[in-house]
């Protein structure tokens, strides 16, 4: 095992300095970066779903935000225990440096993947670092717990299915269904995981003349299955029920904010709309 561990280093001692030097920066820069509109809502979420799995406290039922998935927020309320600070400074310092961290370790399954697919060390350094030095991305990796944790977890996903797809071992399916069960639990975009992969199987299939693994499938399908309901601790009460409720919440947000289009605040129930008669306008004008 160690020996193993030992030959990935030695092969990738360019990746690994470069990926701590990355860290190194971090912790030193982690302190420009303020609090985003909406991560005391995202703080706030987590110590709801803290209460009602550690506390039963069953005015979760009732939980607006109840939607959103809360595990990711979970982990940084842990971390947040264990400092055991009441300065919001530390709080929202530590806060950032932990999802930064997070997406830093889940960039390196994006190299890995690059180094299998395509055999390249220079094109796998070369793809990390377009991934983390995207000026949006980098910045929203310290303070952006829902979107960049949940694109983190994706890519782990397509590095798990890339392994399930090409060896097509159980424990491989497990360990992808594992991942998205988490993925969803932080975004339940992620519910379009299995449809797509579906889709990937039949084609493979298809070009390759082989029968599709349906076994593989099913374990990842019930694999998933169970990591969603043990991750998104909404659905432990009434699953069924929660299930629909998440999407017909989520299908219909009930967010009244204004969005800025040309210069002119719309509302966001109607800002889709105006969008999409815009688009309309400039192809019937070309």
């Not at 160690?2 to 860290?23: D, E, G, M, R």
């Not at 842990?78 to 930064?100: C, F, G, M, P, Q």
């Not at 350094?125 to 979107?147: E, G, M, Q």
Request: glycine share 4%; aromatic share 20%; charged share 15%.
């Amino acid at each position: 095992m160690w020996q193993k561990i030992k030959a990935i280093l030695y092969n990738h001692i360019l990746f690994f300095s470069l990926w701590l030097a990355l860290v190194i920066i971090a912790f030193c820069t982690v302190k420009n970066y303020g609090i985003s509109w909406d991560e005391q809502t995202q703080r706030y979420i987590g110590e709801k779903y803290c209460d009602y799995v550690f506390y039963n406290d069953t005015n979760f039922y009732t939980f607006p935000d109840r939607d959103h998935g809360g595990i990711f927020e979970m982990g940084l309320i842990a971390v947040e225990k264990l400092i055991n600070s009441k300065d919001e400074k530390i709080i929202y310092t530590t806060r950032h440096i932990v999802s930064h961290i997070f997406f830093l370790i889940c960039s390196a399954f994006f190299y890995f993947l690059i180094i299998k697919v395509f055999k390249q060390k220079y094109l796998a350094l070369f793809a990390f670092f377009t991934l983390v030095l995207h000026p949006r991305i980098y910045a929203h990796s310290f303070f952006n717990s829902k979107d960049i944790p949940f694109l983190g977890l994706c890519i782990i996903a397509l590095y798990s299915f890339y392994l399930a797809i090409t060896h097509s071992k159980s424990a491989y399916f497990i360990l992808l269904g594992l991942v998205c069960g988490l993925a969803c639990s932080v975004r339940f975009l992620g519910i379009i995981f299995p449809l797509v992969f579906m889709i990937i199987f039949i084609f493979k299939a298809y070009l390759l003349d082989e029968k599709i693994n349906w076994k593989g499938f099913l374990i990842f399908c019930f694999s998933g299955l169970i990591s969603l309901f043990i991750f998104f601790p909404t659905l432990w009460h009434h699953p069924i029920q929660s299930f629909l409720y998440v999407i017909n919440s989520l299908s219909v947000f009930r967010w009244q904010g204004h969005v800025l289009l040309n210069g002119t605040q719309i509302k966001s129930s109607f800002a889709f709309r105006v969008m999409l008669s815009e688009s309309k306008s400039t192809l019937t004008r070309k």
